[in-house]
Nanobody, 121 residues
Framework: QVQLVESGGGLVQPGGSLRLSCAASGSIVRINVMGWYRQAPGKERELVADITDAGTTNYGETVKGRSTISRDNAKNTMYLQMNSLKPEDTAVYYC???????????????WGQGTQVTVSS
């Protein structure tokens, strides 16, 4: 089992910034891809950004240019810096990791519990 601990969500004013963190722990041989997704009420879950173990990044169109994803492979931790936040960025943000299990030596995925981000004045 892999545990994901997300932090950094909260209430922020429009135009403000937030930094989300996701730390993975457990029986992990390697984390291939780490990503952030979000889900707003009444909408489908969508990709915010993801990053490979080699550092290749991919951003959703709605946050491109306003967000930066990064990771610390030594700590199995991922970060998402979000700037110029808008009310439409309000959502629950979920961390997801694709990893090779130390138990099965097979690829698997795990989701975090989610952290609420609210952008409002």
């Amino acid at each position: 089992q892999v545990q994901l601990v997300e932090s950094g969500g909260g209430l922020v004013q429009p135009g403000g910034s937030l930094r989300l963190s996701c730390a993975a722990s457990g029986s992990i041989v390697r984390i291939n891809v780490m990503g952030w997704y979000r889900q707003a009420p009444g909408k489908e879950r969508e990709l915010v950004a993801d990053i490979t173990d080699a550092g290749t990044t991919n951003y959703g169109e709605t946050v491109k240019g306003r967000s930066t994803i990064s990771r610390d492979n030594a700590k199995n931790t991922m970060y998402l810096q979000m700037n110029s936040l808008k009310p439409e960025d309000t959502a629950v943000y979920y961390c997801k990791v694709d990893y090779v299990s130390g138990f099965t030596l097979r690829r698997s995925s795990s989701w975090g519990q989610g952290t609420q981000v609210t952008v409002s004045s």
